[in-house]
């Protein structure tokens, strides 16, 4: 299958992992010669309960008996989407009460853009330095990382970018602002935290100017930083919520969230103001509901901060400079771009996967599932350490 994967898979590298799958069940992985694999990324913080979940299978196998696709988003009342949609309302706060279902993060960012723009009347979107919302030409605009979209301009015109957590910098926000687009924690930047009230900052210039504030939760929301989405830790309400990769418990999806009086806007001016033929597929909100459900019912948001003090306890090693991050999506910061890959790449052939951050070539990924428990973490926190005194 090797020789097929690298001949009929169309490839975003020419060194990808090409681990062959058998299957996953809780925080492991298997491949093709039933080696185990201690699942440290969780698929890119996409699986928060961990592989196959029993709640969020049994979710999904009940909605395949039911009916699959019926018919383009919004037009129908379909259980699964109304129930999701709910849930997420009542674990937000006001006036984040209405979402929009889509099929990944970038076309939830898309939704959100528009949104915004819809909404003011006006065009400029403001971004930082660094920041990755995803890979459409709209949310490719607004990727802060010159060298991984020069090859595909002309992107859209009218976006400007500022450094995250630079307050000088927020003069750039004026009233030729549509909307000012920043992930909470900057993620493939090197997992960066919002500091000195930032966001809040952030907040009140875009109150004073009139432009909406869209925060990007598709990597820390769902609980992986101890709370429901990460802003919650920062004293700042956006106007448009972005999420993804976690929501969905394994399965593709993408959302935003604002008020309801924002959101009627795409419904007139014109009408059809965003469509999509299948979001809020039922199987997929059915599996996103019982993840939802399982994240706000069970301890598992306070127990990741605690799980987090058990990494930085036992990640203490003269070549890990700093741990980034917070709860469980913290990134380990090497001493150069030749360890991280020869920790990622020896840690794998030991039975554990870690992985890369987008722009930031010192760090490490540690993104496990919620579920993982203490002895799996101190299980592959040995492996790192044995790889690093191996170096
Ligand atoms: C912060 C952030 N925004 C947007 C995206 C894009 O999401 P998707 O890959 O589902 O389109 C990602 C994916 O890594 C992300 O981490």
Known sequence: MRSEFFKYQAQTTTHPLAMTISHAHGSYIYDTNQKAYLDFVAGVSAIPLG???PKVIKAIKVQLDKYLHVMVYGEYIQKPAVELCKLLAKNLPYP??????????TEAIEGALKLAKRATGRSEII????????NTMGSMSVMGYEERKQAFRPLLPDVRFITFNKEEDLDHITSKTAGVILETIQGGAGFIEPKNNYLAKVRAKCDAVG???????IQPGIGRTGKLFGFEHYQCIPDILVIGKGLGGGMPIGAFTASKDLMDLLTENPKLGHITTFGGHPVIAASALATLTEITESELMAQALEKELLFRELLVHPFINEIRGKGLMLALMMPSEDITNKVILTCQEHGLILFWLLFEPKAIRITPPLTISNEEIIKGCSIIIHVLNSI
């Open 127 to 134: 971004s930082a330095f660094n920041a990755y919302h995803g």
């Open 96 to 105: 984040l009460e209405t979402t929009y279902l889509v099929n990944s993060g």
């Open 211 to 217: 432009a909406l504030l869209i925060l990007d939760e």
């Open 51 to 53: 592989h196959n979940h």
